[in-house]
């Protein structure tokens, strides 16, 4: 059944603050943890929001960039973001310096649900996909939600440490190589570790989106899946109207969303991924 459509996010929580670099740490190979000081947003920030950030103190790039919050640390004030650099924005930000100031807008976007207890949570990650998962993997741990974590990469240096998850985890993994784990995809491997899932949330690309989509819906369709799909996204909150994802309306009949006020989590139900993964790189990628 096609389930109600989420009310949009509300853009009242979201705050344009300033962030201050507190340092960026190498994690694997060739990715990045960016920290910021950043109070207004970090006591706010739900697990799967994003923030959009200033990537320069210029008018180009002119568009803000949008990363999942990885951490959020209320107490401290301090956000973390998990990139890795595929142009100029996200070089910018990972060539940051302790005190250099960024542009927050935050917290954008409807979030993971957080289950709960007793039931166990199956986070599945796909290369960056692994960067809203730690926030997640924390806010579940605290309600006492069991959780296991599926990472898959190109090879081991691209894999999310599980232990950079903050909570305890059943950990599996898949790489393309071969370097750590089972060899190929993770949706090789995904199957089996169902029986034991009360729920599963991903975020990784998109086609990947769909493949784990259509082995839940085999496997186990009484599992609900959310999923974190990734867009072009000009805004990030509703009015550039670049982001709009194909998406099954409640009748069954075609429509559009936007996924930043209606994702970028979404029940996977609800998205129409042969539509989806017909659009251009950015949404297909
Ligand atoms: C809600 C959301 C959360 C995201 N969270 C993260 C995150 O936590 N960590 C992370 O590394 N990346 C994340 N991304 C992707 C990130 O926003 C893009 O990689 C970034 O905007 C690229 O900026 P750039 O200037 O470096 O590259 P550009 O020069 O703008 O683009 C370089 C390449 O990246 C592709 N690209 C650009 N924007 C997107 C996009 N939105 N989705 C997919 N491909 C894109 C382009 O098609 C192009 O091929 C997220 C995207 C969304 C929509
Ligand atoms: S990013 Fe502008 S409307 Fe969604």
Redesign the pocket.
């Known amino acids: 059944m096609t389930p109600t459509p989420p009310a949009p996010s509300d853009i009242a929580r979201a705050r344009c603050a300033t962030g201050v670099c507190l340092g960026v740490e190498g994690v694997g190979d060739d990715r990045v943890e960016v920290r910021l000081t950043c109070p207004e947003v970090a006591e706010l920030a739900r697990p799967g929001e994003?923030c959009q950030l200033q990537?320069g103190p210029g008018p180009v790039?002119l568009l803000r960039?949008?990363?999942?919050v990885?951490r959020a640390d209320p107490e401290g004030g301090v956000l973390a973001?998990?990139?890795?650099v595929?142009?100029?924005?996200?070089?910018r930000l990972a060539a940051l310096r302790r005190g250099d100031r960024v542009g927050v807008l935050g917290p954008l976007?409807r979030g993971f649900t957080v289950p709960d207890p007793p039931a166990t949570l199956l986070m599945v990650a796909g290369g960056?996909g692994a960067?809203p998962f730690p926030l997640l993997a924390q806010a579940c741990h605290r309600r006492g939600v069991a959780l296991a974590w599926l990472n898959g990469a190109a090879s081991a240096g691209r894999l999310y440490p599980a232990e950079r998850l903050g909570a305890p985890v059943a950990s599996h993994c898949a790489t393309e190589d071969g370097s750590r784990g089972a060899r190929g995809l993770l949706t090789d491997i995904l199957g089996p570790l169902l029986a034991t899932a009360d729920r599963v949330a991903a975020c990784g690309p998109n086609r990947m989106l769909a493949q784990v989509a259509s082995i839940v819906a085999e496997a186990t369709p009484r599992v609900p899946l959310e999923v974190s799909l990734?867009?072009?996204?000009g805004c990030g909150f509703g009015t550039c109207l670049g982001c709009a994802v194909p998406v099954r309306a409640g009748d069954g009949a075609r429509a559009l969303a936007l996924c930043c006020r209606t994702g970028?989590v979404m029940a996977a139900e609800r998205v129409d991924w042969s539509r989806l993964l017909a659009l251009p790189?950015?949404h297909a990628?």
Do not use: D, Q
């Open positions: 994003f990537v790039p960039r949008p990363f999942s990885c973001f998990y990139l890795g595929v142009g100029e924005g996200t070089a976007g960056l960067a990734e867009a072009p996204m970028p790189p950015a990628a």
